[in-house]
């Protein structure tokens, strides 16, 4: 791609893929990456959120306690499991991330034999002998592609090692929040003022 300025031809790099997403594309993204937990954070939520305005509807004849102690144990459970999320992601990111190092490392200090390996791993794939020469050539001439198979293939962590924590906390938190407003019907209609 080129663009004129004062009559010269400048050459301009194209978009890298990933820059061009928008933010939508990276919420949706985000949200099916974060799908279990915020299953688990509604679950979670509707339980606790509904045992807690339960028990104190129960004792109270007055609908203010019974929403401020269904909002204030919404928020605490909410914090919780945020940070709960968090640290899930985070440990898995790290181990996976650990794995790939001692991946990376295994595959600098022996590369002929995991060349090998792979090229019989190949085979049980049903690749032909000329695609696997192909392919065993392609790793040899670029170790970071023969790093890619064996994290997105073989190993199936390059996902999880990439995951963000901060995006599955903060589903996390939409969820319980979410599973506040379906339990108490705080909108609107229901405030006690």
Same mark, same amino acid.
């Given at each position: 791609m +080129?663009?004129?300025t004062?009559?010269q031809?400048v050459?301009?790099?194209?978009?890298?893929p =990933?820059? =061009?997403? #928008?933010?939508?594309?990276k919420?949706?993204?985000?949200?099916?990456?974060?799908v279990? %937990?915020i299953?688990?954070?509604?679950?979670d939520? +509707?339980? #606790?959120i509904?045992g807690?305005v339960?028990?104190?509807?129960a004792s109270?004849?007055?609908t203010?306690p019974v929403l401020?102690? @269904?909002?204030?144990?919404?928020v605490? =459970?909410?914090?919780?499991m945020m940070?709960?999320?968090? !640290? %899930?992601v /985070?440990? /898995?990111r @790290?181990e996976?991330?650990?794995?790939l190092?001692?991946?990376?490392?295994?595959?600098?200090?022996h590369? %002929?034999? /995991?060349?090998?390996?792979i090229? !019989?791993?190949?085979t %049980?794939?049903?690749? +032909?002998?000329?695609e696997?020469d +192909?392919?065993?050539?392609?790793f040899?001439r670029s170790?970071d592609l023969?790093?890619r198979?064996?994290?997105?293939? /073989?190993l199936?962590i390059s996902k999880?090692?990439n995951?963000?924590?901060?995006?599955h =906390?903060i589903?996390?938190?939409?969820?319980? !929040?979410?599973?506040?407003?379906?339990?108490?019907?705080?909108?609107?209609?229901?405030?006690?003022y």
């Amino acid at each position: 791609m +080129t663009a004129s300025t004062s009559g010269q031809h400048v050459a301009q790099a194209a978009p890298h893929p =990933a820059a =061009a997403k #928008s933010v939508w594309q990276k919420i949706s993204e985000s949200f099916y990456a974060s799908v279990g %937990d915020i299953v688990f954070g509604m679950e979670d939520g +509707t339980v #606790s959120i509904f045992g807690l305005v339960f028990g104190v509807a129960a004792s109270s004849s007055s609908t203010a306690p019974v929403l401020l102690a @269904g909002a204030t144990g919404a928020v605490a =459970a909410a914090v919780s499991m945020m940070a709960g999320a968090f !640290l %899930d992601v /985070e440990s /898995e990111r @790290g181990e996976a991330q650990a794995e790939l190092a001692t991946v990376k490392a295994r595959i600098a200090a022996h590369p %002929d034999q /995991e060349m090998a390996r792979i090229r !019989l791993e190949l085979t %049980d794939y049903g690749f +032909t002998s000329e695609e696997t020469d +192909t392919i065993v050539g392609a790793f040899k001439r670029s170790p970071d592609l023969m790093m890619r198979f064996e994290s997105d293939v /073989e190993l199936q962590i390059s996902k999880t090692a990439n995951d963000s924590p901060v995006g599955h =906390a903060i589903w996390m938190f939409v969820s319980d !929040l979410f599973a506040l407003w379906s339990t108490t019907g705080l909108d609107a209609d229901s405030r006690p003022y």
